[in-house]
């Protein structure tokens, strides 16, 4: 599967004026899912790699409201880099796709939507085990 076609780059639209930007996401809308939770990651340096997991259930949209970080995808078969470093920039993620977010600038802040509660039994933790769901080729 090509992993470009699995992922997509959002790009929302901006009301902003003379007094300052302004974006807004709808569930639903400029994002593809409800949304039933938010989450925000920031104080990660450049050092940290966080995620390291799939999802069988959450789907995610990634947006850097500050800052910029990575994301490292992988499908088992290949990977792929993404750099969020906009404000309009969001990231949709579909199920069952290991991700990797790293190289946060000091002043990153990444927003994170999702479409579940937190369940901690959807997450998917080993590689390994990631590589035998999907059927994945890529080395552990
Ligand atoms: P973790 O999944 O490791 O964060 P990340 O994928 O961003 O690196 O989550 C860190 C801890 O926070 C872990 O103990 C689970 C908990 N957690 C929740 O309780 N609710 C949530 O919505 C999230 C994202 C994490």
Same mark, same amino acid.
């Given at each position: 599967? $090509?992993?470009?076609?699995?992922?997509?780059i959002?790009?929302?639209g901006?009301?902003?004026?003379e007094?300052?930007?302004?974006?807004?996401v709808?569930? *639903?809308?400029?994002?593809? =899912?409800?949304?039933?939770?938010v =989450?925000?990651?920031?104080?990660?340096?450049?050092q940290?790699?966080?995620?390291?997991?799939? $999802?069988?259930?959450?789907?995610?949209?990634?947006?850097?409201?500050?800052?910029?970080?990575?994301?490292?995808?992988? $499908?088992g =078969? *290949? *990977?792929?880099?993404?750099?969020l $470093?906009?404000?309009r920039?969001?990231l949709?993620?579909?199920?069952?796709?290991?991700?990797d977010m790293?190289? =946060?600038?000091?002043?990153?802040v990444?927003?994170?939507?999702?479409?579940?509660?937190?369940?901690?039994s959807?997450?998917?933790?080993?590689?390994?085990?990631?590589?035998?769901?999907?059927?994945?080729?890529?080395?552990?």
């Amino acid at each position: 599967m $090509n992993i470009k076609k699995q992922y997509q780059i959002l790009e929302f639209g901006d009301l902003g004026d003379e007094r300052g930007q302004l974006v807004v996401v709808e569930g *639903e809308k400029d994002i593809p =899912f409800e949304i039933q939770r938010v =989450f925000y990651i920031y104080g990660s340096d450049s050092q940290v790699i966080r995620g390291q997991h799939a $999802n069988r259930k959450s789907e995610f949209v990634l947006i850097n409201v500050s800052g910029t970080s990575k994301v490292r995808v992988d $499908n088992g =078969f *290949e *990977e792929d880099i993404i750099e969020l $470093n906009r404000p309009r920039m969001g990231l949709y993620l579909p199920t069952m796709l290991w991700k990797d977010m790293y190289d =946060f600038s000091e002043d990153s802040v990444l927003l994170v939507l999702t479409n579940t509660h937190y369940d901690g039994s959807e997450y998917i933790r080993d590689y390994e085990e990631y590589l035998r769901e999907v059927g994945g080729t890529r080395k552990p």
